[in-house]
């Protein structure tokens, strides 16, 4: 497994931005299928953006397609997620994800993902 961990949430009004980071261990983040999932209370956690192993594959839920970016800089094993036009139904807590395993080079299934970080929140007020 694989040690993550986020930051950059915060509370911000309707149509701000904010960019989330999530820093990870490992000698071998190259060949990590990355993933950034959100959870709302009283819901189950969700897929929001998934990325390829060198970052030229992205994936992005329909909720949120054309307002959030998933980057990642494999020189420092740091995945990314810039929030543009925010949402209030955009307030969650918000999980990278990491596949360790290299058995896919990308993945939106939350069952794939063998290894999280403990959450950042993001507060989007009307």
């Known amino acids: 497994q694989v040690q993550l961990v986020e ?8 149509g701000d ?3 989330l980071s999530c820093a990870a261990s490992g000698r071998t983040f190259n060949r990590y299928a990355m993933g950034w ?17 060198s970052g030229g594959t992205t994936y992005y839920a329909s909720s949120v397609k ?10 420092k094993n740091t995945l ?9 139904e955009d307030t969650a807590v ?19 993902y063998d ?6 929140q993001v507060t989007v007020s009307s």
């Open 37 to 53: 999932f959100r959870q709302a209370p009283g819901k189950e956690r969700e897929y929001v953006a998934a990325i390829s192993w």
């Open 94 to 112: 918000y999980y990278c994800g990491a596949e360790s395993s290299s058995r896919v080079t990308i993945t939106i299934r939350r069952a794939d």
């Open 66 to 75: 054309g307002r959030f970016t998933i980057s990642r800089d494999n020189a």
């Open 115 to 120: 290894s999280w970080g403990q959450g950042t």
């Open 80 to 88: 990314y997620l810039q929030m543009d036009s925010l949402k209030p």
């Open 17 to 19: 931005s904010l960019r």
């Open 7 to 14: 930051s950059g949430g915060g509370t911000v009004q309707a």
